[in-house]
Protein backbone atom coordinates (compact mmCIF):
# COMPACT_ATOMS: atom_id res chain seq x y z
CA UNK A 1 0.00 0.00 0.00
CA UNK A 2 2.98 2.52 0.69
CA UNK A 3 4.51 1.49 -2.49
CA UNK A 4 0.96 2.54 -4.44
CA UNK A 5 0.53 5.97 -2.49
CA UNK A 6 4.50 7.03 -3.28
CA UNK A 7 3.50 6.11 -6.38
CA UNK A 8 0.95 8.30 -7.23
CA UNK A 9 2.49 10.73 -5.20
CA UNK A 10 5.50 10.81 -7.30
CA UNK A 11 3.63 10.99 -10.14
CA UNK A 12 1.46 13.58 -9.42
CA UNK A 13 4.65 16.25 -8.49
CA UNK A 14 5.86 15.26 -12.24
CA UNK A 15 2.59 15.74 -13.39
CA UNK A 16 1.71 19.20 -11.79
CA UNK A 17 5.48 20.25 -12.50
CA UNK A 18 4.74 19.65 -16.26
CA UNK A 19 1.86 22.11 -16.33
CA UNK A 20 3.72 25.45 -16.35
CA UNK A 21 3.72 27.88 -19.12
CA UNK A 22 7.15 28.89 -20.53
CA UNK A 23 6.91 32.62 -21.19
CA UNK A 24 10.33 32.88 -21.23
CA UNK A 25 9.86 33.74 -25.22
CA UNK A 26 7.68 36.20 -24.66
CA UNK A 27 10.43 39.11 -22.84
CA UNK A 28 13.01 38.49 -26.05
CA UNK A 29 9.64 39.19 -28.41
CA UNK A 30 8.62 42.08 -26.86
CA UNK A 31 12.22 43.88 -26.77
CA UNK A 32 13.69 42.57 -29.86
CA UNK A 33 10.57 44.46 -31.59
CA UNK A 34 9.18 47.71 -32.25
CA UNK A 35 5.77 48.03 -31.87
CA UNK A 36 3.29 50.43 -33.12
CA UNK A 37 -0.02 51.75 -33.52
CA UNK A 38 -1.49 54.54 -36.06
CA UNK A 39 -4.85 55.87 -35.76
CA UNK A 40 -7.09 56.76 -38.42
CA UNK A 41 -7.29 60.71 -36.88
CA UNK A 42 -3.63 60.61 -37.51
CA UNK A 43 -2.37 59.73 -33.51
CA UNK A 44 0.86 57.33 -33.51
CA UNK A 45 1.49 55.67 -30.20
CA UNK A 46 5.37 53.54 -30.96
CA UNK A 47 7.56 51.72 -27.91
CA UNK A 48 10.78 50.77 -29.30
CA UNK A 49 13.84 49.02 -27.60
CA UNK A 50 17.25 49.44 -28.07
CA UNK A 51 19.86 48.20 -25.45
CA UNK A 52 19.33 48.63 -21.76
CA UNK A 53 16.35 51.78 -22.66
CA UNK A 54 12.97 51.79 -23.52
CA UNK A 55 10.98 54.85 -25.15
CA UNK A 56 7.46 54.55 -25.41
CA UNK A 57 5.81 57.77 -27.12
CA UNK A 58 2.68 59.16 -27.89
CA UNK A 59 1.80 61.92 -30.96
CA UNK A 60 -1.33 63.78 -31.49
CA UNK A 61 -0.95 66.72 -33.95
CA UNK A 62 1.06 68.82 -32.54
CA UNK A 63 0.73 67.26 -28.62
CA UNK A 64 3.34 64.62 -27.85
CA UNK A 65 4.53 62.70 -24.55
CA UNK A 66 7.77 60.56 -24.32
CA UNK A 67 8.70 58.40 -21.87
CA UNK A 68 12.41 57.54 -22.37
CA UNK A 69 14.92 55.49 -19.95
CA UNK A 70 16.26 52.29 -18.69
CA UNK A 71 14.11 49.35 -18.66
CA UNK A 72 13.39 46.21 -16.63
CA UNK A 73 11.62 43.47 -18.49
CA UNK A 74 9.67 40.46 -16.64
CA UNK A 75 7.79 37.43 -18.67
CA UNK A 76 4.36 39.52 -18.16
CA UNK A 77 5.52 43.25 -17.67
CA UNK A 78 8.44 45.83 -17.97
CA UNK A 79 9.36 49.13 -15.83
CA UNK A 80 10.89 52.51 -17.83
CA UNK A 81 12.67 54.47 -15.61
CA UNK A 82 13.13 58.36 -15.69
CA UNK A 83 15.51 59.70 -13.37
CA UNK A 84 15.29 63.21 -14.73
CA UNK A 85 11.81 63.54 -12.95
CA UNK A 86 12.43 60.77 -10.30
CA UNK A 87 9.60 58.44 -12.00
CA UNK A 88 8.82 54.97 -12.74
CA UNK A 89 6.24 53.67 -15.53
CA UNK A 90 5.02 49.86 -15.18
CA UNK A 91 3.73 48.34 -18.20
CA UNK A 92 1.88 44.79 -18.14
CA UNK A 93 1.94 42.92 -21.63
CA UNK A 94 0.90 40.23 -23.55
CA UNK A 95 2.22 39.40 -27.30
CA UNK A 96 -0.53 38.19 -29.46
CA UNK A 97 0.88 36.66 -32.48
CA UNK A 98 2.11 39.81 -34.53
CA UNK A 99 0.33 42.38 -31.85
CA UNK A 100 1.06 43.37 -28.25
CA UNK A 101 -1.42 43.84 -25.71
CA UNK A 102 -0.09 46.72 -24.10
CA UNK A 103 -2.25 47.72 -20.32
CA UNK A 104 -1.01 50.81 -18.01
CA UNK A 105 -3.05 52.02 -14.93
CA UNK A 106 -6.17 49.68 -16.05
CA UNK A 107 -6.28 51.00 -19.78
CA UNK A 108 -4.97 48.49 -22.69
CA UNK A 109 -3.82 49.33 -26.40
CA UNK A 110 -2.94 47.19 -29.27
CA UNK A 111 0.16 47.90 -30.79
CA UNK A 112 1.01 46.35 -34.10
CA UNK A 113 4.96 44.84 -34.71
CA UNK A 114 6.87 46.98 -37.29
CA UNK A 115 8.97 45.15 -39.66
Same mark, same amino acid.
Given at each position: ???????????????????????????? &?????????????????? =?? *? @?????????????????????????????????? &?????????????????? =?? *? @???????????
Amino acid at each position: MKKYVAAVLILSVFLLCSCSKDTSGCKT &ELTTSKWQKIYDSGAEVN =LE *F @ENDSAKFSINNADKSCVISGKYIAGDSTFVIFVP &EIAQNYGFDYNPKNSSLE =LT *F @EGNTIMLDKCD
